[in-house]
């Protein structure tokens, strides 16, 4: 923006000229963004920035983008937040970092690297009321550990445990462990180092976050379907020669938090663990701890958003070139926020409800998709899907107990990208997401141009781009039994 006004991001996108770029995914209009950072609810509104380059749609220069909404569906952009300092500890990018209010002041906490190729340090900055405006006046809150085994840290995090602050960073170690650093944060403006919190030597996560570094690390403490509550550890799995590829994705652990006897520090115990999205285009979530269990009497929130990037395409699917995305003037985008839960011991990520008043007109209501199905403006089987929608799939008991015509076997979804003009041929179908559907279980997807999310109930969800080249639609195709509705996605008013 050039200036201070203010202005509904999602209705600006609705007049973008790229057929691909999302409307219902709040992101400024040009440039290159990813991952989200300082997420915070603060004075009745909700905060989401992110890491951002206004000047190309190209990985440099990171500045602070910011964007704010009072009820998760209407969003305004705002002026950039945080920006490099020239002689200061962030002059080669004010990087991945958390927003808090501290005691009434909107404070941000940041990774700044001072050269590239350089270490980063813990930078503060102090917002104003609305946080839209920020002093920067380069205060480092903890530098880079004398510990000659940690050689790389990064992105900060802070969470409360009995009572105290505690922040938490990510780590490389020089024998090749991805590492967790703790420290207690008293005075925001002074972190005290506490050590080596966690390795990826723990024989837990060896198993389910294997890194060089752990990016981006998350704690926060979500409900559990048995009516308690258990913390979970979110690491975004880097590896050296990502070069935002991370085909390791993000992964989490599931464990107990404790005091430990002697000092008092809290003790992070993993018991279980898994992948948090399953798709590849998913990398750098950042979780915001609405309430915790422990303190406020009732079941803690925690709402997560993730960065979806632009790339050659993955896994078979179509994705653009540099030259594509350089012409298109902006790459990455972030998902809807998600709600973090533990069902049957397990993670569990659904939509925001919020997100459900994107519902516009019904374009299929209960079409059985089947040899004899209602079938709306598709072929046998199928159903056309608008490039902006919502998909509600529920699974039946499969009528012909074997497969279909189409070789799906019973429980399948597929959606694919097909070429409108060649009709349904398997030569001109890309499918972008296939899975299997059980009797009873429920699909929720959501359609944003080049950007589909798939939340299973009761499970991680699935982050994927992809591009609908002229003359494609969206088609979902379903095995016997199973229903659909699809809604156009709109703004309300």
């Given at each position: ?20 770029f ?15 950072n ?7 509104r ?39 300092q ?26 700044g ?14 917002g ?15 530098s ?92 975004s ?7 935002h ?57 925690a ?19 540099q ?79 074997g ?91």
């Amino acid at each position: 923006m050039t200036d201070l006004a203010l202005f509904d991001s999602l209705l600006s996108a609705s007049t973008h000229p790229d057929p691909a770029f999302p409307r219902f995914h709040p992101r400024p209009a040009q440039g290159w963004i990813n991952d989200p950072n300082g997420i915070s609810h603060i004075n009745g509104r909700y905060h989401v920035f992110f890491q951002y380059n206004p000047e190309s749609a190209r990985h440099s220069q990171i500045q602070w983008g910011h964007v704010s909404s009072a009820d998760l569906v209407h969003w305004e952009e705002h002026p950039v937040a945080l920006s490099p300092q020239a002689g200061g500890p962030d002059s080669a990018g004010c990087w991945t970092g958390v927003v808090t209010s501290d005691g009434g002041v909107p404070t941000a906490a940041y990774s700044g690297v001072r050269d590239h190729g350089g270490h980063s340090q813990v930078v503060i900055a102090r917002g104003s009321a609305d946080l839209v405006t920020w002093e920067q006046d380069g205060h480092v809150a903890a530098s880079m550990p004398s510990d000659p085994l940690v050689t790389a840290v990064r992105d900060p995090f802070l969470f409360w445990f009995d009572g105290a602050r505690y922040a938490i960073q990510g780590a490389g170690l020089a024998d090749g462990r991805a590492a967790l650093l703790l420290y207690t944060v008293e005075d925001m403006n002074d972190w005290k180092y506490q050590g080596i919190w966690l390795t990826s030597a723990d024989p837990v996560a060896a198993v389910h976050t294997p890194a060089e570094i752990w990016e981006c690390p998350q704690l926060v403490e979500v409900p559990d379907s048995s009516g308690g509550s258990a913390w979970v550890m979110m690491f975004s799995l880097w590896l050296s020669g990502d070069d935002h590829e991370h085909a390791n994705g993000v992964g989490h652990l599931i464990g107990s938090l404790s005091p430990d006897p002697t000092s008092g520090l809290p003790v992070f115990v993993p018991s279980s663990g898994g992948k948090s999205d399953l798709g590849r285009d998913f990398y750098a979530p950042q979780i915001v701890q609405l309430s915790y269990g422990s303190s406020s009497g009732s079941s803690p929130v925690a709402l997560l958003w993730g960065w979806a990037n632009e790339g050659p395409g993955r896994d078979g699917r179509r994705g653009r070139t540099q030259e594509e995305i350089d012409d298109a003037g902006w790459a990455g985008v972030l998902t809807h926020p998600r709600v973090l839960s533990l069902v049957d011991g397990a993670l569990a990520v659904s939509p925001a409800p919020e997100v459900l008043a994107y519902r516009g007109a019904a374009v299929a209501v209960g079409a059985a998709l089947a040899a004899d199905a209602v079938v709306v403006a598709g072929a046998a089987g199928s159903v056309v899907v608008p490039a902006f929608a919502e998909v509600l799939v529920r699974g039946g008991a499969a009528s012909s107990g074997g497969v279909s015509s189409r070789g799906v076997s019973s429980g399948d979804v597929e959606l694919a990208l097909v070429s409108s003009a060649d009709g349904d041929s398997d030569d001109n179908r890309q499918v972008v997401y296939s899975g299997s559907l059980a009797s009873g279980e429920e699909l929720r997807i959501f359609i944003d141009a080049s950007l589909v999310e798939v939340y299973r109930t009761g499970s991680v969800a699935t982050t994927l781009r992809a591009y609908p080249a002229a003359g494609e639609e969206w088609q979902l195709t379903l095995h016997d039994g199973a229903t659909a509705d699809v809604w156009e996605l709109a703004l309300p008013e």
